[in-house]
């Protein structure tokens, strides 16, 4: 492997690059966080497979590399791998949709892609510029598939045999902005957004550092190492594996402070920059499938009330007494006080029976300081603190962190 001048950019240098990157040209259907955020240790799919020799390249100029690089086409197979320390959330998500998942498709996207915040998954993307792109979640013996080309976007799961058909007629959805929904809500970034994000929230708290070469999907590339320079952050590094030729992110994990295996981690495992066969945009309905508009769930949910509900819930937040911000960088916490001072009820208190007591007990650690006292409620990478008096202080800190933010606070 070629030595590379690694170099420590800090926040002014970064976020001048980042300011000057050009706006993302396409969407890849590419799933994290989650995005974002979004993504195992290396699975053996996506094992590096040797350093290639390459020129020397410093941090700030491969920084330069991923903001330049446009490439509108591409196809391939990506292995996506979330671990956050949370239950698997993909029978849960109809519950997090307006009323409940009630007449909600199985191909709905809202219904299929919370299914990729959790476990391991393989999938095959292509796009071809910012108006075709397509994604398909393989499972045991099924397949589901989004699809989006030009105004109209259709998802199909195979193994229920229904198909979810929306268009973009620039209605407003309810919490939605007017015409924004090319693409449904919630369609996963690539992996630049992510990198990209990344880059965007460094500053002087952050290191950002060339970390040698790999191999992605047969394809050499750099790896951009992100770290916080402070401690009390549950996110221990972020690594990126840029394409040496194109500056694509091939690969993007993001490892905890805890040790143990990446907390996300999402890579190409094949990946084809030219342009993708027009017939991997076309949809055309299975004969006997089941189609539901996108207008239909809406006009069904409104005549449930539930986007009332909705709209009810949304304007509740307006009731918090506003949202405070301790700390900066890697080690910023959010400190919101609930409405109406709700809290987790007080032991011994008689508001909850013994048994139920116990359970709320079981699901975070009881925490005590200047602050009060109050309970820790812990993933992986985002913890929060709810105290007695209604109050929430949260962030990708360790719990020692929050406490100390609660006590500042006070």
């Known amino acids: 492997m070629a030595p590379n001048d690694s170099a420590e950019t800090n926040g002014e240098a970064t976020g001048t690059v980042v300011g000057r990157r050009k706006a993302a040209r396409y969407i890849v259907p590419f799933a994290v966080a989650g995005v974002a955020a979004a993504t195992i240790g290396l699975v053996p799919a996506l094992a590096d497979s040797g350093d290639p020799e390459l020129p020397g390249i410093t941090a700030q100029e491969l920084i330069e590399k991923i903001a330049a690089s446009d490439q509108e086409q591409l196809s391939g197979t990506v292995k996506v791998s979330t671990d956050l320390g949370i239950p ?25 892609l919370m299914e ?15 108006g075709k792109q397509r994604l398909s979640i393989l499972g045991e013996g099924s397949e589901y598939s989004l699809v989006h080309n030009g105004d109209d976007v259709w998802g199909y799961d195979s193994e229920s045999n229904e198909v979810y058909h929306a268009e973009s007629d620039g209605k407003e959805r309810a919490g939605d902005k007017a015409g924004e929904h090319k693409a449904p809500k919630g369609m ?41 320079k402070q401690s009390g952050s549950t996110i221990g590094s972020v690594t990126v594996a840029v394409d040496a030729s194109t500056g694509v992110p091939l690969k993007f ?46 006009a069904e949910a409104e005549k449930k009330g539930a986007v009332d509900k909705a709209q009810k819930d949304l304007s509740a937040l307006e009731d918090f007494k506003g949202l405070n911000v301790i700390g900066k960088g890697w080690n910023a916490v959010a400190a919101i006080e609930l409405p109406g001072g709700a809290a987790m ?33 812990k993933t992986r990478l985002v913890n929060a603190l709810l105290t007695d008096e209604g109050k929430v202080y949260v962030g990708a800190v360790t719990e020692d962190t929050l406490v100390k933010a609660a006590d500042a606070a006070e």
């Open 116 to 130: 990729l915040a959790s476990g391991t998954h393989t999938l095959r993307v292509a796009a071809d510029g910012p």
């Open 188 to 228: 996963p970034g690539t992996p630049k957004e992510l990198a990209e994000e990344a880059l965007a929230a460094a500053d002087d708290t952050t290191s950002v550092t060339v970390d040698g070469t790999a191999q992605v999907a047969g394809r050499d590339a750099y790896k951009l190492l992100i770290k916080p």
């Open 345 to 377: 009820p007080a032991q011994g208190s008689g508001d909850v029976p013994a048994q139920a007591q116990q359970f709320l007990d079981a699901l975070g650690d009881k925490v005590s300081g200047d602050f009060g006292s109050g309970t820790v409620f």
């Open 88 to 112: 698997s959330l993909g029978g849960l998500a109809g519950s997090f949709a307006p009323g409940g998942g009630q007449g909600e498709s199985s191909a709905s996207p809202d219904a299929k």
């Open 253 to 298: 994990t993001l490892a905890p402070s805890s040790g143990g295996k990446a907390a996300v981690d999402a890579g190409f495992t094949s990946v084809d920059f030219t342009k993708p066969d027009a017939s991997s945009f076309s949809f055309t309905p299975p004969k006997g499938a089941k189609v539901t508009e996108a207008d239909e769930l809406q």
